[in-house]
Structure formats: C-alpha cells, structure tokens
C-alpha cells in the first residue's frame, strides 16, 4: 500500500486543520493508521491510531480533546481534524499503515511498515 499525507500549512494558534492520508490498494480497510509527528530535533512520537473497526486511540496527554482521528473506507482515506492547534503542534505529520498492528504496539513505529511522506504543519503563536 503506498500512502500520501496532505492538509498541512501554517496556521495560527487556536486555528484548525484536517489533515488526510490518502492509500492506494482495495485493502486498505483492513489496516490500521495512525499519525505520528516530528518536531525539528525530536523523535517520531505516536499522534492517534484508528483500526479496522474504527476504534481509536490517542496521545491523551498531547492531544485530548483536540484531535479527532477517522477514517472512510469508501475513499480510502484516514483524516486527523486538529483543533485548538497550539504552536507545541508544529511537526511533520505522518501518517502510517499497516495489517498486523495489535493493541500493545499501536503506539509503536516499528508496528507499522507503510509510511507516508509527511506533511507539515506550522502552527504560530
């Protein structure tokens, strides 16, 4: 499955973006996605994951209450509706597939083996 990211941009603090992950394949429904960013310096961290039942799991402590992870099948596509965004948001965001994730490593990198190119996203204060 080959996966591209987009809906990315410079916004301003308390602005909203909806970023999608557009998938080739017709099996794309049975992956699971999920969304990790990267800030300049930092590591890849863990964002929201959706499965292939649309359950959902989210950074709470980054995230809660912000970020809203879905996804629609028909389009193959997943989106993360960022709201509130605050200037500690801006990253590249990647968004990440794949068949085998379980519970215990949803929030892992290694879990997942298809990658997006990123977008980025540049929240000012």
């Known amino acids: 499955v080959q996966l591209q990211a987009s809906g990315g941009g410079l916004v301003q603090a308390g602005d909203s973006l909806r970023l999608s992950c557009a998938a080739s394949g017709r099996t794309f429904s049975r992956y699971a996605v999920a969304w990790f960013r990267q800030a300049p310096g930092m590591e890849r961290n863990f964002v929201a994951a959706?499965?292939?039942?649309?359950?959902?799991?989210y950074d709470e402590d980054s995230v809660k209450g912000r970020f809203t992870i879905s996804r629609d099948s028909a389009r193959n596509t997943v989106y993360l509706q960022m709201n509130s965004l605050r200037p500690g948001d801006t990253a590249v965001y990647y968004c990440?597939?794949?068949?085998?994730?379980?519970?215990?490593?949803?929030?892992?990198?290694?879990?997942?083996?298809?990658w997006g190119l990123g977008t980025q996203v540049t929240v000012s204060s």
């Open positions: 959706i499965n292939r039942s649309g359950g959902k799991i």
């Open positions: 990440a597939a794949d068949p085998s994730v379980i519970s215990s490593n949803v929030r892992s990198r290694t879990a997942y083996a298809y």
